[in-house]
């Protein structure tokens, strides 16, 4: 949970990383890093791109240092930039979409396009274990309209109050919050079958 | 869900786990309208769900790397930047500077173009002196001291001739 020595600490590193005190940046990095990530990987779904792009908020951060106001409060910032940078992606995506690795091959209809080695495998018992529900959820995550998503997403950051979140979505706080409650309300309907137990029981729809 | 109050205990329970005093508001809420609680355990559920979902997967050097980038956009970018940032200039002083410097650039700019036309004119003008070369010609020519004053007097603005002026210089000449 945020506490006012927090938001202290943020923000003298920041008037620290203002003045080009690496040190204080790596603290920042490292303090959230985790967090930032998190928040791209479920809007992008892509491990490799969500750190990459993660790195990228930060050497944004480091570069707009001298546009930080103690004011606004450091997550709040460093989310807007993690969501615009999200939100650039999606649109770059969306203008040049990455050919899917089940496309078949054109000429043996049986065999697909691309074959890539799997780099990380885990054996069939792993891989039931691993986590057949956190794969529903984050299905039905991704299903959800970007702006929903991202909402929900930012809800789930202790960091942020309401207010911040709409802050970072450029919204107002009723919307912010139709936002969540849609998203959560969608979630609810496709996630039913496990809501009770957590468990996914199989094929239930 | 009529009962604003669960509505504000929903957003709280959605962020942090409830205080006993949050909890004893709950389980009025459940006590007013049984269905609260279906509504209550629901969203809890959901938030069970989102908090399975794991983190995701991070480079150990994922700090070490976006230092090392930090470094080589320092190095590419130009030293006068670095230079600003080392003195301490908030932003605006900074900006101004620039439109100072930039201002100063256009000014030699144009000092520098107005120059070379001079130069251009004066040229073209002892070409013209040059091209004269017979004694009757040269003697022709008007006095040095009225081509010092040329450049002005071609940048003065067209005005109409004295007529009357022109009229006694014609009948000066023809005595």
Redesign the interface.
């Known amino acids: 949970?945020s506490t006012d020595l927090e938001l202290d600490s943020d923000a003298s590193l920041m008037l620290r990383v203002k003045?080009?005190d690496?040190r204080a940046?790596?603290r920042l990095?490292?303090k959230y890093?985790?967090p930032v990530?998190?928040l791209?990987?479920?809007m992008l779904g892509d491990?490799a791109e969500?750190?990459d792009l993660?790195?990228n908020v930060?050497?944004q951060v480091?570069?707009s240092a001298?546009?930080y106001k103690v004011a606004a409060k450091f997550t709040t910032w460093l989310f807007t930039i993690a969501r615009n940078l999200c939100l650039n992606e999606i649109r770059r995506r969306s203008r040049h979409p990455a050919t899917s690795l089940d496309t078949p091959h054109p000429e043996y209809e049986d065999q697909p396009l691309h074959q890539f080695e799997d780099a990380k495998t885990f054996s069939p018992p792993d891989a039931l274990l691993h986590?057949e529900?956190?794969q529903k959820?984050?299905q039905a995550?991704g299903e959800l309209p970007d702006s929903q998503r991202i909402a929900l997403l930012l809800?789930?950051q202790?960091e942020l109050s309401?207010e911040e979140i709409a802050r970072v979505l450029g919204c107002s706080l009723s919307a912010t919050?139709s936002l969540?409650h849609r998203g959560?309300e969608t979630?609810?309907q496709k996630?039913k079958p496990?809501?009770?137990t957590?468990i996914w029981k199989g094929s239930q729809k | 869900m009529n009962n604003p109050d669960l509505g504000r205990l929903l957003?709280t329970a959605?962020?942090?786990p409830l205080t006993a005093e949050e909890e004893t508001r709950l389980h009025a809420c459940f006590a007013d309208d049984p269905s609260a609680r279906t509504i209550w355990?629901?969203?809890m559920?959901?938030n069970?769900?989102?908090d399975?979902?794991?983190?995701?997967?991070?480079?150990s050097n994922?700090?070490a790397?976006?230092?090392q980038?930090?470094e080589r956009?320092d190095a590419g970018q130009g030293t006068s930047g670095r230079t600003f940032?080392?003195l301490?200039l908030p932003?605006p002083v900074r900006q101004a500077a620039a439109a100072c410097a930039l201002l100063v650039l256009m000014g030699l700019a144009y000092w520098r173009y107005d120059s070379v036309r001079r130069e251009k004119m004066a040229l073209a003008l002892a070409e013209l002196a040059s091209g004269m070369h017979t004694p009757s010609e040269a003697v022709a020519l008007a006095p040095e001291e009225l081509w010092e004053n040329f450049d002005a007097i071609h940048r003065l603005p067209q005005t109409q001739p004295d007529e009357e002026l022109l009229a006694v210089l014609k009948e000066v000449a023809m005595k």
């Open positions: 949970m003045q080009g690496r940046f790596e990095v490292d890093k985790q990530t998190n791209i990987y479920r491990a969500a750190e993660a790195q930060f050497i480091y570069k001298d546009r986590g529900l956190e959820i984050q995550l809800c789930r202790e309401y919050k969540i959560r979630l609810k996630l496990y809501l009770r957590g | 957003d959605r962020r942090r355990e629901e969203e559920a959901l069970r769900l989102l399975r979902l794991p983190d995701a997967p991070l480079s994922f700090t790397q976006v230092l980038a930090v956009a940032r080392w301490g932003r």
